[in-house]
């Protein structure tokens, strides 16, 4: 059986939800899944003060694991536009691998958070998305198949790059169902992919 890797950074939680999402879609499709988070820069002194959410269960990554996934699909939120430095961070030490080509032709995904509608969710995407196309992954997005990324009657994420949540300036708005409903679409969809490329 296949196996996916659901690698996340949440700063506040609601990359993580979408994370968990994700890893239920690929459940759902019947393919092994694992959630795993890159490690945090920030002290935790300092992350404390700032009201990070620092009781996440996911176990902590490593970029020597990354070639045991038959997929990655990578979730972070923006800074400013682009991925922020942990995730950034975790796929600087991955020269090794990509000079080996350890991980080409694997499936990738991505999906982000942003505070507002326009805050950079589709140029975040595009950053993550940087380095698995530097990897030689085969990239999914999200397709239009997820109905939910059309709908206008309500403040909603969702693109056609990848699974998002809107988490408004102060980070009180929750993923909401349609985004969660995305993130599992979009594991579910990335699954799929990974039993048609890995079939023997």
């Known amino acids: 059986m296949p196996k996916i890797l659901v690698l996340y950074y949440s700063t506040y939680g609601h990359v993580e939800q ?30 404390q003060r700032h009201h990070f959410k620092t009781d996440q269960k996911a176990p902590i990554a490593l970029p020597s694991e990354l070639p045991e996934y038959d997929g990655i699909i990578v979730g972070a939120p923006t800074r400013f536009g682009r991925l922020p430095a942990q995730m950034a961070n975790f796929w600087d030490q991955t020269g090794g691998l990509w000079a080996k080509g350890g991980l080409i032709g694997k499936v990738g995904a991505v999906f982000t958070s942003t505070a507002s509608q ?26 239009y198949s997820y109905q939910g990324q059309l709908a206008v009657d309500e403040v909603t994420g969702g693109a ?41």
């Open 18 to 47: 979408m994370a968990y999402a994700v890893a239920d879609g690929v459940k759902a499709a019947g393919v092994e899944v694992e959630v795993k988070r890159v490690p945090e820069l920030v002290s935790e002194e300092s992350a």
């Open 160 to 200: 056609p790059y990848g699974a998002t949540t809107i988490a408004a300036g102060d980070g009180s708005r929750q993923p909401s169902q349609n985004e969660l409903d995305g993130a599992k679409f979009l594991g579910s969809h990335v699954a799929e992919l990974t039993k048609k490329l890995t079939a023997k």
């Open 118 to 143: 326009h805050g950079g969710q589709e140029t975040t995407l595009y950053s993550l998305m940087s380095n698995l196309l530097h990897h030689g992954l085969v990239i999914s997005g999200l397709p």
